[in-house]
């Protein structure tokens, strides 16, 4: 058989293996859902043990990588290739090395990464930055030791924006990268005293973005918050989105707080701007999970739209459907990170996959493109790259040991040159087609650049 009869039974085998839009994929035994795609399948993908959050800058992806972090070159999606690993960081201190690095962003020339992301007495709290000027050669030049753990982080490669989640106040912390000292804090209870008497794990700054001086902070259940750091000596603040009745909260025990943490109506996780446009559009997401295994969607964190100027939501995308809503022992589906650039939104659903909605009109996502398989994949976030679109999966559930199995995939950004979807029609594939079904998008790939070549 030559190439080209080949490459054609291939993709013919391909669109029985695809599910297409928001139908549910049948699920298999043992907790895995199979994949659902409508055409959308991985052009390549790469192993990277320990894969956490990733950025993409310039054609280069920067991945978070639970002991380190890597580089890798997503100029080509068909072809992702590694630049560099660093892992081992902080070795030297008496503490060292640094562990639990779950976050990294790129500002300038800096990379800045963080860790531990939760709390421990037994290794260094601290964020390090690194010049990726060359991002196959990454330089130290600052580790900034703190008295509270990072989940995460950013920087507009001047400042090191850092969630200083200290149980006194949890604020945002400004550090000069130049000088390695600290020029400024903001805390929720500057805005609002009142969460003075919650327990202070409900207003935890779970994440920071910071975009042409504006720092987004997702405070857990006290809301998401916009703050001016074009002074980072003096953050201001601009307004505040969503957020939970403080004196409701703050009749909760702290063992009550810790569990309804994890469900909706609370839980802002992540937030982002419409970036390349000028506009007064905000998408933030919850990471919340069903009380029980069959909790409706609409008990799952999702992502929201919302005007920021106005301070209205005009819409919300509902997680996929989940065989065990349940946090603990459950399918996880539920919004992780995310990137909204233009007018598309690119979103993360742990087993529940990888999405791309058109947002041209806010007030109503239609969804261009979803792939998942959840017995292989658990997406971290999605990152738009040129005509790409790039996500990192954080584990593999056919593994003994699921972190070990994590991947960066490439897709084609739909609408974009690579972007190669048909009509697909949707089938119910029983119990273990996920794994094939993922391994089979990548053989297709793999058979285009062969092809291509």
């Known amino acids: 058989m030559d190439r080209r009869s080949l490459l054609k039974a291939c993709v013919a085998g391909a669109s029985t293996l695809a599910l297409a839009g928001d139908s549910t994929a049948h699920e298999g035994h043992g907790g895995g859902e199979a994949a659902e795609d409508g055409g959308f399948e ?12 990733l950025v993409v800058d310039d054609g280069v992806a920067y991945v978070a990588t639970t002991d380190g972090f890597a580089t890798v070159d997503v100029s080509d999606p068909t072809d992702l290739t590694l630049l560099a690993e ?20 790129v500002g300038g020339e800096y ?31 600052l580790t900034y030791e703190t008295e509270f753990y990072h ?51 409900m207003y935890e700054l779970h994440d920071v973005w910071v975009e042409s001086g504006v720092a987004y902070l997702s405070y857990w259940d006290a809301g998401t918050w916009l703050v001016d750091v074009s002074d980072p000596s003096d953050p201001t603040p601009i307004v505040g989105l969503r957020g939970q009745d403080p004196e409701e909260r703050a009749e909760l025990s702290d063992s009550e707080a810790l569990e309804r943490r994890l469900y909706l109506p609370g839980n802002d996780h992540f937030a982002m701007p419409q970036r390349g446009v000028d506009s007064d559009l905000v998408a933030l997401n919850q990471e ?15 992502v929201e739209l919302w005007n920021a100027a106005d ?40 087993r529940g996959g990888l999405k791309v909605h058109d ?34 999966s954080w584990q593999d559930h056919t593994l003994d040991s699921p972190a070990e199995g994590a991947r960066i995939y490439a897709f084609p950004d739909p609408g974009g040159s690579l972007d190669t979807t048909t009509t697909t029609e949707t089938v119910d594939d029983g119990a273990g087609l996920g794994a ?18």
């Open 42 to 53: 991985p052009l390549d993908s790469l192993s990277l043990p320990g894969a956490k959050e």
């Open 86 to 105: 660093r892992d081992g960081l902080l070795a030297d201190h008496p503490d060292g090395p640094l562990e639990g690095i779950y976050d990294g962003k």
């Open 111 to 141: 990379y800045a990464i963080g860790g531990p992301p939760n709390g421990r007495s037994d290794v260094p709290y601290a964020a390090v930055v690194f010049d990726v000027s060359d991002p196959a050669a990454p330089e130290h030049v």
């Open 151 to 201: 989940h995460n982080l950013d920087t507009d490669g001047e400042t090191l924006y850092l969630c200083g989640n200290d149980g006194e106040g949890n604020p945002l912390v400004c550090v000069d990268i130049e000088s390695g000292e600290e020029v400024g804090r903001w805390s929720i209870l500057d805005a609002d005293d009142r969460w003075d008497d919650v327990y202070w794990k």
């Open 288 to 302: 919340a999970w069903g009380e029980e295994a069959d909790a409706p969607t609409s008990d799952l964190g999702g």
């Open 311 to 350: 301070e209205e939501r005009l819409a919300r995308i509902e997680a996929p459907e989940t065989s065990d809503a349940r946090f603990r022992g459950g399918v996880w589906t539920t919004s992780h990170n995310f990137a909204f650039v233009g007018d598309q939104l690119y979103t993360s659903w742990y």
């Open 359 to 392: 947002v041209s009109d806010p007030t109503d996502p239609e969804e261009l493109a979803h792939w998942r398989d959840a017995k292989t994949t658990s997406f971290w976030t999605a990152q738009q790259a040129g005509d790409a679109v790039i996500g990192s």
């Open 436 to 453: 094939a079904a993922g391994l089979f998008g990548l053989g297709v790939a793999g058979l285009y650049r062969w092809l291509r070549d």
